[in-house]
């Protein structure tokens, strides 16, 4: 099991680049990443995790995928 906080914020171009790699390479390991950049959670995650209405919900697929089942959360990809 391996968790990250806002992973983006202390690292440049080229180590998000291999982190994304490393982690896409992980088939056997659980992921907690709480980010803002969604273009790094569309290339890694392939279940997102959503609190709502104070029970959290467990979704298939990547960022793009729950806002395509959820338009709603659209908003996600401005912060």
Known sequence: SISFEK?????DVKN?????KYL???SAVTSMIVSHDSSFLDNVCTDIIHLD?????QYKGNLSAFVEKHPEAKSYYDL
């Open 7 to 11: 992973p983006m914020n202390h690292l």
């Open 16 to 20: 998000v680049a291999w982190l994304e």
């Open 24 to 26: 896409q390479g992980l």
């Open 53 to 57: 209405s104070r029970k959290l919900r």
